[in-house]
């Protein structure tokens, strides 16, 4: 029987080591804070926590947030870098629901998004009943 071959032993580690650093982060970013600015009536508050660690982190790079209007395909996207954990968008419809997710990305790839959370601009003869407030 022969002895284990050093070259066959090495591409083995860097092929599995590819696998794994390709992966990008596996958790998404949580949500835990969604509202509609208390002073720009058609912009959308949001924050939230970066990505727990995991496996085998890479450097993060940063966040794309995206909404999604009810029953259209279309998306609008910000990309932000990875020092942002809140930000304002908009202006968006008065009186429309948007889905909002964010996902986290690194040098190797993309997270998966978080749970699609749901929110209504409303016009400014009505109470902001959309403020969302999530435990994290």
Partial sequence: MSA????VKHNLFTYHRFLILNLGPTRP???HHLSQHPTRLYAVEISWQAPER???????????IT???TGQTSRLNWTLGPE???A???PFKRNTTFC???LAFDEYGKSPA????????HDGGKADNCHIRLQT
């Fill in 4 to 7: 284990w071959n050093p070259t």
């Fill in 88 to 90: 304002a968008f908009g």
């Fill in 54 to 64: 995991y496996f085998v982190p890479g450097e993060l790079k940063g966040y794309e």
């Fill in 29 to 31: 970013p949580k949500i």
């Fill in 114 to 121: 978080s749970d699609c959370i749901n929110i209504t601009t």
């Fill in 100 to 102: 909002v997710t964010i």
């Fill in 67 to 69: 909404f999604v209007e």
């Fill in 84 to 86: 942002t954990t809140g």
